[in-house]
């Protein structure tokens, strides 16, 4: 049997060369660039540049012997010219050391890594170090050498291992438990391939990068060491949750950081042990600084770490309370896997937990990218908007028509309002924005119409709309079907399509953010406000968990332009599901009577009569909203005044409240924006003044921290 492949082998390396010679398809030096996309942060935009073949740049010495990560001790007679690889970061390493002409056979997951040439993804696959190998395939490809990945020989490694020394064929186990492995994986195969000069680059080069992150180690404080959990981004947030502990070399790269692994603290048999909720609770609820969720699916991620963020059984993990859950997308189109990448991946795992100690990643991911892979690192994203919509961004965009001013504010505290060249026609009056915005072109609104002329002549390369729906809708839609006519980008957010979002208002404002920090690059800054929101709405729902059943109160909410002023038509108009206001007071643990009943509209309009009937005897609080001070004051007194409205319950006890809400008084709270956590406690202080704050100091802290000004 073995002597047949052999002879098989033989006749098939003939009739290669034999083709070979006769198309004149020798490399001679010949260079292609390849076109397929790398990305920083989900799919590449642009693949590995292919390396010339170099000649040998230091004369290494064969036969070379040495000792490979299964602790075997392997010769190597002469150089490998027919290589067997089956792993992408090694063969990574093989394209970065000029050797990747000499690769005949790849792993069945080769051709899924963005960072090699589509010639190498192109070659025979062979199998798996984790399923097996097909031998045949294998025989006809006659390698002189086949380097797989070492597990202990927990999968198919060892049996590949054994039926490759059985064929005569020289393996070489390759392996890593550390960041350092890596570089020594680097050094292993530079000797191997006599390419000692160019790993030795790449080596000094992941090295001088990890000098550089014990020495920002060495300058955290004992008291700011942070206690991190590691997790991979479960099927269902209630467990079994993968966590990443003893013997993960990413578990490892917690502690590189200069973080504590949590899952160190406890003897598991195994590097990953898979736990349910309770048990993570009761280990590290009390202990855990931040939490780390990783896939390799970016839509998996995003879901994950969102679920575990709005999941009431996960805010009893200090992490979720405080606001530090972040995800970081792992494997071969990513940062955090192994080979050279990896190093990039330790920035951005230590940016994550000590972003005021660590520098951004993405330039290292570009030094690294550029200067040994060959490839144009360009940060292409894709962004989900409030309507469940995927926009893709190749590049940062540079001009930006804003039709609302929340997202507006959102830009300005992100350090990007430079970038806006058009306006709504009501962002004016935002007293939040500077005059160098405020005096931008209008452009009109969704709601009263787009001059689509004055549009095209900004030539914006993103229009960012509100979503409000309502009478907002046909407006909104007219935005988006004529923006892709005339070829503009375009992010609607406001009241989420939670089905497909995954979020509801207020939180949906968080995701905002977070979503335009990674629009802009700006991600860090945007982490930082988000996180401070975070807190603040975390700490809302803690205090609306503790508020006693005896306790909870009925709360009905009015809009104080249909009880006063020019547009009271004597149709009251309340807030019901899906308007951020309605939301609201079921959040801060109030009860909105109006979801008692089905509406067909978000703002519903009833007469007086209809209104008491439904709601008078169970409103034990009545809130009124306006953004106009003067109305609001007036409709107040008309409900208290008015004999008719002492019908209701909360208007007989006393308990009308009016709340100011507007995106441009200094002196009101929003419920949109980053301002939205305002407008969470004006509520809650409102309906529960015994439970909440008053929401002025948030709202200071706020302003001075993000807005650069004094509330």
């Known amino acids: 049997m073995k002597s047949s492949k052999k002879v098989l082998a033989l006749l098939v390396l003939s009739v290669l060369v034999f083709s070979i010679f006769s198309a004149g398809c020798i490399n001679q030096g010949h260079q292609t660039e390849t076109t397929s996309k790398v990305t920083a942060k989900s799919s590449?935009?642009?693949?590995?540049?292919?390396?010339?073949?170099?000649?040998?740049?230091?004369?290494?010495?064969?036969?070379?012997?040495?000792?490979?990560?299964?602790?075997?001790?392997?010769?190597?007679?002469?150089?490998p010219e027919r290589v067997i690889v089956l792993t992408s970061y090694w063969a990574e390493i093989l394209c970065i050391l000029g050797v990747q002409d000499r690769i005949v056979?790849?792993?069945?997951?080769?051709?899924?890594?963005?960072y090699i040439p589509e010639d190498v993804k192109k070659k025979p696959v062979v199998g798996s170090s984790f399923k097996g190998l097909n031998w045949e395939t294998v025989a006809s490809l006659n390698p002189d050498l086949i380097i797989v990945d070492w597990y202990g020989g927990k999968y198919k490694d060892a049996e590949t291992i054994k039926k490759a020394e059985e064929l005569g064929i020289p393996v070489i186990a390759l392996s890593a438990k550390?960041?350092?492995?890596?570089?020594?994986?680097?050094?292993?195969?530079?000797?191997?391939?006599?390419?000692e000069e160019k790993a030795e680059e790449l080596a000094s080069w992941m090295k001088e990068k990890l000098d550089e992150v014990n020495k920002i180690t060495s300058q955290i404080p004992a008291d700011k060491k942070k206690n991190v959990l590691l997790i991979s981004a479960p099927k269902d947030i209630g467990g079994p949750i993968t966590v990443y502990a003893?013997?993960?070399?990413?578990?490892?790269?917690?502690?590189?950081?200069?973080?504590?692994?949590?899952?160190?603290?406890?003897?598991?048999?195994?590097?990953?042990?898979?736990?349910?909720?309770?048990?993570?609770?009761a280990y590290w609820g009390d202990k855990a600084d931040v939490i780390i969720v990783t896939s390799f699916s970016q839509d998996k991620l995003e879901k994950a770490v969102n679920d575990i963020k709005n999941d009431p059984r996960w805010r009893e993990i200090k992490a979720v309370k405080e606001g530090h859950v972040y995800g970081i997308l792992a494997g071969s189109k990513a940062f955090l896997?192994?080979?050279?990448?990896?190093?990039?991946?330790?920035?951005?795992?230590?940016?994550?937990?000590?972003?005021?100690?660590?520098?951004?990643?993405?330039?290292?991911?570009?030094?690294?990218?550029?200067?040994?892979?060959?490839?144009?690192?360009?940060?292409?994203?894709?962004?989900?908007?409030?309507?469940?919509?995927?926009?893709?961004?190749?590049?940062?965009?540079?001009?930006?028509?804003?039709?609302?001013?929340?997202?507006?504010?959102?830009?300005?505290c992100l350090g990007v309002a430079d970038k806006i060249v058009g306006i709504d026609k009501y962002t004016p009056y935002?007293?939040?924005?500077?005059?160098?915005?405020?005096?931008?072109?209008?452009?009109?609104?969704?709601?009263?119409?787009?001059?689509?002329?004055?549009?095209?002549?900004?030539?914006?390369?993103?229009?960012?709309?509100?979503?409000?729906?309502?009478?907002?809708?046909?407006?909104?839609?007219?935005?988006?079907?004529?923006?892709?006519?005339?070829?503009?980008?375009?992010?609607?957010?406001?009241?989420?399509?939670?089905?497909?979002?995954?979020?509801?208002?207020?939180?949906?404002?968080?995701?905002?953010?977070?979503?335009?920090?990674?629009?802009?690059?700006?991600?860090?800054?945007?982490?930082?406000?988000?996180?401070?929101?975070?807190?603040?709405?975390?700490?809302?729902?803690d205090i609306a968990s503790k508020i006693p059943p005896d306790k909870k109160k009925n709360v009905l909410i009015v809009y104080g332009s249909s009880i006063a002023g020019?547009?009271?038509?004597?149709?009251i108009s309340i807030s019901y599901k899906g308007s951020a206001y309605a939301e609201t007071a079921e959040l801060i643990g109030a009860h909105n009577v109006a979801?008692?009943?089905?509406?067909?509209?978000?703002?519903?309009?009833?007469?007086?009569?209809?209104?008491?009937?439904?709601?008078?005897?169970?409103?034990?609080?009545?809130?009124?909203?306006?953004?106009?001070?003067?109305?609001?004051?007036?409709?107040?007194?008309?409900?208290?005044?008015?004999?008719?409205?002492?019908?209701?319950?909360?208007?007989?006890?006393?308990?009308?409240?009016?709340?100011?809400?507007?995106?441009?008084?200094?002196?009101?709270?929003?419920?949109?924006?980053?301002?939205?956590?305002?407008?969470?406690?004006?509520?809650?202080?409102?309906?529960?003044?015994?439970?909440?704050?008053?929401?002025?100091?948030?709202?200071?802290?706020?302003?001075?921290?993000?807005?650069?000004?004094?509330?």
């Open 44 to 79: 590449p935009t642009q693949s590995i540049q292919e390396q010339k073949p170099e000649t040998t740049t230091s004369k290494a010495k064969y036969p070379i012997t040495l000792t490979d990560f299964a602790g075997r001790t392997v010769t190597i007679e002469k150089p």
């Open 566 to 571: 020019k547009y009271a038509t004597g149709a």
């Open 430 to 541: 935002d007293q939040f924005l500077p005059e160098s915005i405020r005096e931008k072109p209008k452009v009109g609104s969704t709601y009263s119409g787009i001059n689509w002329e004055t549009v095209a002549s900004l030539n914006p390369e993103l229009i960012i709309m509100g979503r409000w729906k309502g009478s907002f809708t046909s407006g909104e839609q007219d935005v988006i079907e004529k923006s892709k006519e005339l070829g503009f980008k375009v992010l609607a957010f406001g009241i989420p399509d939670s089905n497909v979002t995954g979020t509801k208002m207020p939180y949906e404002n968080i995701r905002i953010i977070r979503v335009l920090g990674k629009v802009f690059d700006r991600e860090r800054k945007a982490e930082e406000l988000a996180s401070f929101l975070e807190k603040y709405y975390n700490k809302a729902l």
């Open 337 to 412: 896997d192994w080979g050279p990448r990896i190093i990039v991946g330790v920035y951005q795992l230590g940016g994550l937990i000590y972003p005021e100690y660590y520098p951004e990643w993405k330039p290292i991911a570009k030094e690294l990218l550029e200067t040994f892979y060959g490839v144009k690192y360009e940060a292409s994203i894709s962004v989900m908007d409030s309507m469940g919509r995927k926009v893709t961004f190749e590049k940062v965009p540079e001009r930006v028509v804003v039709l609302s001013s929340y997202w507006a504010e959102v830009m300005y």
């Open 595 to 711: 979801f008692d009943y089905n509406f067909s509209t978000q703002y519903p309009k009833l007469d007086l009569e209809k209104l008491i009937a439904y709601f008078g005897d169970k409103t034990d609080v009545l809130i009124v909203v306006d953004w106009d001070a003067e109305r609001l004051n007036e409709a107040v007194e008309k409900i208290k005044s008015d004999p008719a409205w002492q019908e209701i319950k909360a208007v007989k006890e006393g308990n009308v409240v009016g709340i100011l809400v507007s995106s441009w008084r200094k002196d009101a709270v929003a419920l949109y924006g980053p301002r939205f956590i305002t407008g969470i406690y004006a509520f809650g202080h409102a309906i529960y003044p015994e439970y909440y704050p008053d929401w002025k100091p948030i709202y200071k802290e706020l302003l001075k921290r993000f807005y650069g000004m004094e509330g």
């Open 178 to 195: 550390s960041v350092e492995d890596n570089i020594k994986v680097v050094e292993i195969l530079g000797k191997v391939f006599g390419k």
């Open 246 to 281: 003893k013997g993960s070399a990413w578990a490892s790269i917690v502690e590189l950081v200069g973080a504590h692994n949590l899952a160190f603290d406890k003897n598991f048999d195994t590097q990953w042990p898979k736990l349910d909720l309770e048990k993570i609770i």
């Open 105 to 114: 056979g790849i792993g069945k997951y080769i051709p899924y890594d963005p």
